[in-house]
Nanobody, 125 residues
Framework: QVQLRESGGGSVQAGDSLRLSCAAS????????MGWFRQPPGKEREFVAH????????QYADSVKGRFTISRDNPLGTMFLQMNSLKSEDTATYYC??????????????????WGQGTQVTVSS
């Protein structure tokens, strides 16, 4: 079992940047493909990005492509989400998740067996 903890959320202005972190404990981060998901106010949770075990393969939702960058540091046990050019529609609770079904990751929430508690990102226009 792995425990995940997100950090780095906050309140920013449109156009600003934030860097989210997801720290893993209990098991090595390198055992999992990882993903970021978010839940905007009043909406369903949605896929943001995922990264393979090695970090060589990444995928993004169209809404964040070109603005967000997912990365990982397996020895450090931490995954990151660099968010640039933030928009008001990026306002959401952001969750990191661990996937041991596939080394490449997935955009389907059902493939992720472990989730963090979430970190709030609020973008004001």
């Amino acid at each position: 079992q792995v425990q995940l903890r997100e950090s780095g959320g906050g309140s920013v202005q449109a156009g600003d940047s934030l860097r989210l972190s997801c720290a893993a404990s209990g098991r090595a981060l390198g055992a999992f493909a990882m993903g970021w998901f978010r839940q905007p106010p009043g909406k369903e949770r949605e896929f943001v990005a995922h990264i393979s075990v090695s970090g060589a393969t990444v995928q993004y939702a169209d809404s964040v492509k070109g603005r967000f960058t997912i990365s990982r540091d397996n020895p450090l046990g931490t995954m990151f989400l660099q968010m640039n050019s933030l928009k008001s529609e990026d306002t959401a609770t952001y969750y990191c998740a661990a996937n041991e079904r596939s080394q490449y990751g997935s955009d389907w929430q059902g493939d992720y067996g472990y989730w963090g508690q979430g970190t709030q990102v609020t973008v004001s226009s």
